[in-house]
């Protein structure tokens, strides 16, 4: 099993945090951040997300989670100064994104979980916006009634299980 620290140190210059030290993200003992592995966990924790301010920004994170949070919203500035290549936003309560939410970590980001929310619309806006690299975005038992007018070019895997989707475009 991989070594689990707990940092609860506060540290006041961002850019001589360790990787260690960048686990004070969440300013809590909420998040899990294994040595060995750029992985960020800030998963089944009732919290607001209060991290933006302890940002390691210089880390480009493997995995972020935010699963299990209780979230309802998302925007631009849930994720300001975070950059990754694989966001999971699975079991909130999310039922908007704001258009310009994944704008800051739209050229690293290549994973998208928001399985088991409670959206009801994609807004274009944002799945077209700065999504270049995106090549999985997993959408499923959600409430989504449409799905068009999405432009992803590098989109490999799209799932839209368990949704209330009647006709599909021909095209995505």
């Known amino acids: 099993m991989t070594d689990v620290k707990f940092i609860t140190t506060e540290i006041s210059t961002l850019s001589m945090l360790t ?13 899990h951040c294994p040595s060995t592995q750029y992985i960020l ?14 940002c390691a920004e210089m880390i480009i994170w493997k995995t972020v989670d935010f699963s299990l949070r209780n979230l309802k919203t998302l ?15 699975k079991s909130n309560f999310i039922t908007y994104i704001h258009d310009n939410t994944f ?10 979980d928001l399985e088991m929310n409670q ?33 992803l070019p590098n989109l490999q895997e799209l799932n839209l299980s368990h ?10």
């Open 41 to 54: 966990n800030c998963s089944s924790y009732i919290l607001n997300l209060p991290f933006i301010a302890n």
């Open 163 to 172: 949704n209330h989707i009647n006709i599909f475009p021909n095209k995505i």
């Open 119 to 151: 959206i009801l619309n994609l807004s274009s806006k944002w799945l077209n916006s700065k999504l270049i690299y995106l090549n999985k975005l997993n959408l499923a038992l959600n409430q989504l009634e449409t799905f068009d007018n999405i432009q």
């Open 19 to 31: 990787f260690e030290q960048s686990c004070i993200y969440c300013q809590t003992t909420a998040c």
């Open 103 to 112: 704008d800051s970590i739209g050229d690293t980001l290549i994973e998208l």
């Open 75 to 89: 925007d631009s500035n849930n994720l300001l100064s975070l950059r990754m290549e694989r966001l999971l936003l």
